[in-house]
């Protein structure tokens, strides 16, 4: 699961990385954010979303996206 | 009255809450992982870093078994003050509206901060003048209040905004420079700033702090007559 | 691989095809860091007629144990010659902490620690695990964390005077630093009370991280680390056990930094203060309790260390079984864990019948807790993977038989050091000298740092950063007797009584011990003295840090012999023995070596913390008085320092008795209320400190010194030197300590500037400008 902030919110971390990259000579580079990687090895795929919603991310400030990486999906 | 102040692996200013809440009544710890809260007439969700703040601060401690008897607590009227990372929590279990973010300055900051009483006369705000300024530590990382423009706004309307940061005091970048705010019922209370270090001058600087705690038995006492 | 009929061979214990299986050699050994003679020692030390070369495991132990950080082969001659005895020592140098008493029942454990390499390497981490570290020593022996305080050395930090991009490096030191400490100490919930940072040059390639820590237990239920009791078993609980810092006290800790400091970044450790909050409440019901017999902390070479000195100090063997330690990573050889430095572990021995109740207070408190080994009576140290024997050593070849050297002291006949960059021009006026005194990066204020510590968790903080020149924590943290589940000590008189409190410092000016190590070192114990004075504390004990360069170059270790002499005549003057302490040598690279610099840390204890004393003005109209045998110079002052002059060859000579009876004055006055602030004057001389005053009170002042003939009136605005103290008060409280010491009262607080008359100059700034120039050190943390 990728976490990210939602869009709108003041993302202070991103900010900062985008400030840093040009002192470091990458040019061009917009709309930073940082956000969160979760992992996990689940027997029943379909109850992740319910643990995005329920704890892994904060939908009031989060949005989430979900890959399977292996199995059925 | 009696206080209950919750106690989870990771926090660290619970004894501190408990000293100022002895100041107004009894109080004892309640371990996070059972679920009785002994007769509590009010319920402290103290700071500190309740499970390492990991995942986001008070994401897990809100799932704690004390906390099932917590959100039953407050959804009868009883009385929930949430200081610092116990606002984390109670705004993770939905007991708060909004979230808090990280501070802009991306740093973990401590100072002392002025702060105005924007709703006075309520269970936490009772000994409280209006726009009193008050006189608080606020020490914290993650203490960016958060809510969409709706919500802002029908909490306005409700009085549920509490406390804010004075002209200048605010460091973290909350909107609307708010530090506490209340549920509608406004029996649960959350706010950033440290009320238990505010309540002796020789360690606080302060004796401010207090005034919550004891506006908190001054309702529970009221409520029994 | 020869075969011993006599003792089971390590390779019996490794399974077969892997790398580890092939016996190490003597270049093995020197790549560990043992020289060829002490790997031939170690040969001769192993069992046997003729003795036998040590398998992987062994070797990989003794070059641990045999390091510098471990054994302090070239420093523990001369530490034997400090004082370390007197009237309030409970526990002395050679346990996990020192302790004093404190009144009450109460002793208050202390330490200083550094983590120095890694902190070059990965400065969050470094800082962070060192300030882990020092906590676990606290409550190793039983007492609770109470405070941390921070001593740290960085270059330059402003790209100007030696150009863009010049600071940067130690920018990031010092942002990672910070951050580390507070991550750490805030989420553990021990305050950050005081601390200290210095910028200079020398301290570019090599920097300093030292961490202190306090902590309060009852003084009858203090413990010790020797293993006792054969028949016992060894529990190890806490974190995992992974790769972190392996190699790291050879490695890193014995030897200069080279180029290659990137590929040491596996080897350093990651820490958890969430983890090490479990521990320390485990470790303390574990104490309460009366489960354990003898408790030690995992610090630098792990299990290796903390095994053998527990099996050393209590005259017994040990047998441990790494596989019964929980791993966080699989297939971990066996030296791998007896090596490994993962952070947030403690080992306890435990009679066989108290280890179920261990094992479910460790449940409780969400902690490993693993039973892993035996101790014996057989005085060896055994290592077994399974069934198998892996490692057999006797105790005291690890502990006790390496080699001690003694240093080859040489006074240096030419300057070591680069003279610093100028940065202000000779002829600078007095009020610009003084406004760029204020805001240099040694002077300004470190409100950007400490904002970033919690300095007040526990309740306990009377004073907190720049409130006064010493922090101030109450003993009794619930004054009110509540009853809180923490308290410790008798139940204290009910009603408003005085409240006991404790003091403490951290000093150490390294640049002035390198102008002159013997004398240097002693002002930095004064300095400490002199801060603990200003509060209104009396001094109980002291630790220490020694922060040098490669001991093997003569230079070094004379300034390494001089400077422990210092320590040992300034200790013993102020009879404030030193109860701990630590040291840290090769910090040095090619281009040379560090400042010489013994980070002090002393604490004290004053009767009654409501008054305690603050260093701001606090009323208008006060008289302020210039206190002590103050002789300022310029040699080797900041100023000397920002106009590039070089280091002078030695110091003037002290009076420590005349500076001594100063002291006493001050904290008298101080004690009684006779006094509204009380500050010592340190860098950037009087002025300097006068300005400090203002600030801190929000006040200006006027004041008038004295022309001293043909004497440079620079040297009396901005000399440095021991013994020179600032306060302010009625005029009668001001003038009561005169009987004891010099006082001459130089003026009165008021107004919303500082004025300085002396001779014809006229020195004016107003505290607007005070400020500014005050808040240089916010640029650096962006």
Not at chain 3, 465 to 494: C, I, K, N, Y
Request: net charge negative.
């Amino acid at each position: 699961m990728l976490i990210r902030p939602k869009a709108g919110i003041l993302d202070p971390q991103g900010e900062a990385v985008e400030r840093a990259l040009p002192a470091l000579g990458f040019k061009g580079v917009e709309n930073v954010h940082v956000g969160r990687l979760v992992e996990l090895e689940v027997e029943d795929p379909t109850q992740v979303e319910a643990m995005c919603e329920k704890l892994l991310a904060n939908p009031l400030i989060e949005d989430y996206e979900i890959h399977l990486l292996n199995g059925i999906g | 009255m009696k206080f209950g102040v919750l106690q989870f692996p990771g926090s660290c200013d619970e004894v501190d809450a408990l000293q100022a809440a002895r100041r107004v009544g009894d109080a004892e710890l309640l371990w996070h992982g059972q679920r009785d809260l002994r007769g509590a007439d009010a319920i402290i969700v103290p700071g500190g870093f309740s499970y390492g703040d990991y995942l986001r601060a008070g994401a897990i401690a809100r799932f704690a078994p004390i906390m099932e008897s917590v959100i039953d607590f407050a959804r009868d009227g009883g009385l929930v003050l949430g200081i610092c990372n116990g606002f984390q929590v109670l705004c993770e279990a939905r007991l708060l509206p909004g979230a808090l973010l990280g501070n802009v300055n991306r740093r973990f900051t401590f100072r002392q901060v002025g702060l105005e009483v924007l709703n006075s006369g309520g269970s936490f705000t009772d000994g409280c003048a209006l726009g009193e300024r008050l006189s608080i530590p606020a020490k914290h990382s993650w203490g960016r209040y958060y809510a969409d423009a709706e919500t802002l706004a029908a909490m306005d309307r409700a009085g549920q905004l509490v406390l804010r940061y004075a002209a200048g005091e605010n460091f973290n970048g909350s909107v609307h420079d708010i530090a506490g705010v209340s549920n509608e019922r406004g029996n649960v209370f959350g706010l950033m700033p440290h009320p238990e270090h505010a309540i002796d001058e020789l360690v606080g600087g302060s004796s401010d702090g207090l005034k919550i705690f004891e506006s908190m038995r001054l309702t529970v006492e009221g409520a029994r007559v | 691989m020869s075969e011993d009929p006599g003792v089971a061979t390590a390779s019996s214990g490794i399974a077969p095809g892997t790398a580890s299986a092939q016996q190490p050699t003597v270049e093995d050994a020197l790549a560990l860091g043992l020289t060829r003679a002490e790997y031939e020692l170690v040969c001769e030390k192993q069992d046997g007629a003729g003795g036998r070369a040590p398998n992987q495991v062994e070797l990989a132990m003794y070059s641990l144990l045999w390091s510098e950080h471990c054994a302090y082969k070239h420093s523990k001659r001369l530490l034997r010659t400090l004082p370390t005895e007197g009237r309030y020592v409970v526990m002395g140098p050679g346990e996990n902490a020192g302790a004093v008493d404190v009144g009450g029942g109460l002793v208050c454990a202390f330490k200083v620690e550094s983590h120095n390499h890694p902190s070059a390497v990965e400065p969050f981490q470094g800082a962070a695990t060192g300030v882990g570290g020092i906590l676990r020593d606290i409550f190793a022996i039983g007492a609770r964390p109470i405070a941390v305080l921070d001593s740290l050395r960085f270059g330059e930090p402003l790209d100007a005077p030696l150009g863009p991009g010049s600071g940067t490096r130690s920018r990031y030191l010092l942002d990672g630093a910070v951050a580390g400490i507070g991550h750490y100490g805030n989420s553990i919930g021990v305050p950050t009370v005081g601390g200290e940072v210095y910028f200079e040059g020398p301290y570019e390639q090599n920097c300093l991280v030292n961490a202190m820590a306090l902590g309060l237990g009852e003084r009858e239920k203090l413990v010790r680390s020797a293993a006792a009791g054969p028949g016992n078993t060894l529990v190890l609980f806490g974190a995992r056990t992974g790769r972190d810092g392996i190699g790291g006290a050879s490695v890193l800790a014995s030897a200069e930094l080279g180029e290659a400091d990137e590929d040491k970044r596996p080897t350093v450790q990651v820490g958890d203060p969430f983890e090490e909050k479990k521990l320390l409440e485990c470790s303390l019901e574990l104490l309460e309790r009366g489960l354990i017999v003898a408790l030690q902390d995992l610090g630098a070479a792990g299990l290796t260390s903390s095994a053998a000195e527990m099996a050393s100090k209590g005259e017994v063997g040990i047998d441990l079984d790494v596989a019964k330690v929980p791993l966080r990573e699989g297939d971990m050889e066996p030296f791998e864990v007896m090596v490994s430095e993962s952070q947030e572990r403690m080992l306890c021995v435990v009679e066989p019948a108290n280890v179920d109740a261990v094992m479910e207070l460790c449940e409780k408190w969400e902690v490993n807790g693993s039973a892993i080994g035996t101790v014996t009576d057989t005085r060896r140290m055994r290592v077994f993977d399974g069934e198998s024997l892996v490692g057999d050593m006797p105790v005291r070849a690890l502990v006790d038989d390496c080699p001690l050297y003694d240093l080859q002291p040489v006074k240096p006949s030419a300057p070591i050091y680069r003279p610093p960059v100028a940065s202000l021009a000779a002829d600078t006026s007095p009020r610009e000298t003084l406004l760029a005194l204020v805001g240099s990066p040694n002077i300004a204020s470190r409100r950007p740092l400490f904002e970033q510590y919690d300095a007040v968790v526990q309740s306990r903080t009377v004073r907190r950063p720049e409130q006064a020149d010493a922090a101030v924590l109450a003993l009794d943290r619930d004054p009110h007797h509540t009853g809180d589940s923490h308290s410790t000590g008798d139940p204290p008189p009910a009603g408003e009584g005085p409240i006991p409190a404790l003091a403490v410092s951290i000093d150490c000016n390294g640049r002035r011990v390198a102008a002159d190590p013997y004398r240097g070192t002693i002002e930095a114990v004064l300095e400490c003295a002199s801060n603990l004075a200003c509060v209104g504390a009396e001094p109980l004990g002291t630790t220490n840090n020694l922060n040098f360069g490669n001991p093997e170059r003569p230079h070094v270790a004379w300034q390494l012999t001089e400077s422990v002499r210092g320590l040992g005549d300034a200790c013993r003057a102020l009879e404030a023995p030193i109860v701990g302490g630590n040291v840290s040598l090769y910090n040095e690279t090619s281009s040379g070596p560090i400042y010489p610099t013994p980070v002090i840390g002393m604490v004290g204890r004053l009767p009654d913390a409501r008054c305690a004393g603050r260093l701001g003005f606090a009323r208008a109209g006060d008289t302020i008085a210039l206190v002590g045998p103050f002789a300022p110079s310029l040699a080797a002052s900041e100023l000397a320092k920002l106009r590039g002059d070089r280091l002078p060859d030695g110091l003037p000579d002290i009076d420590i008795g005349a500076v001594h009876a100063a002291q006493f004055a001050i904290r008298g006055a101080v004690r009684v209320g006779a006094l509204s602030s009380a500050h010592d004057i340190a860098e950037g001389g009087l002025a300097t400190a006068l300005a400090e005053c203002c600030l801190a009170g929000g006040l200006g002042a006027d004041v008038r010194l004295p022309a001293t003939g043909d004497g440079d009136p620079l040297a009396d605005l901005f000399g440095e030197a021991p013994g020179g103290f600032l306060i302010s008060g009625t005029p009668n409280g001001v003038s009561s300590l005169g009987r004891r010491t010099p006082v001459s009262v130089i003026g009165t607080v008021g107004g919303d500037s500082l004025h300085i008359g002396i001779g014809d100059l006229l020195l004016s700034v107003t505290l607007a400008e005070l400020a500014r120039a005050h808040g240089a050190l916010a640029e650096l943390f962006g």
